[in-house]
Nanobody, 122 residues
Framework: QVQLRESGGGLVQAGGSLRLSCAAS????????MGWFRQAPGKEREFVAY???????DYADSVKGRFTISRDNAKNTMYLQMNSLKPEDTAVYYC????????????????WGQGTQVTVSS
């Protein structure tokens, strides 16, 4: 079992930056593939980025070159550095974990945080 808690969301102007954190409970954090997803009002939850246990990673095309995912296994924490934010990045951002997910597929993650709101004003 893994419990996840996101933090770092907020209101920022377009072009600004935010860093999200996802703190995980338990002693087996390093064994989990971790992902960031987001859900805008009226839309389905969508993949943003993932980082595997060996450091493999990938991003949605919409955030490539602007967002950076990382993890610190010693701190049981995953991060999402978001730069050059756009109004269309406005959403609730969720972190997710699983041992063997299809890394970009929402439904294959069993553990989720409660979400943190990111609002980008124009």
């Amino acid at each position: 079992q893994v419990q996840l808690r996101e933090s770092g969301g907020g209101l920022v102007q377009a072009g600004g930056s935010l860093r999200l954190s996802c703190a995980a409970s338990g002693r087996t954090f390093s064994l989990y593939t971790m992902g960031w997803f987001r859900q805008a009002p009226g839309k389905e939850r969508e993949f943003v980025a993932y980082i595997g246990t060996g450091g493999s990673l990938d991003y949605a095309d919409s955030v490539k070159g602007r967002f950076t995912i990382s993890r610190d296994n010693a701190k049981n924490t995953m991060y999402l550095q978001m730069n050059s934010l756009k109004p269309e990045d406005t959403a609730v951002y969720y972190c997710a974990a699983d041992r063997y997910p299809a890394a970009t597929v929402t439904s294959t993650y069993n553990y989720w945080g409660q979400g943190t709101q990111v609002t980008v004003s124009s």
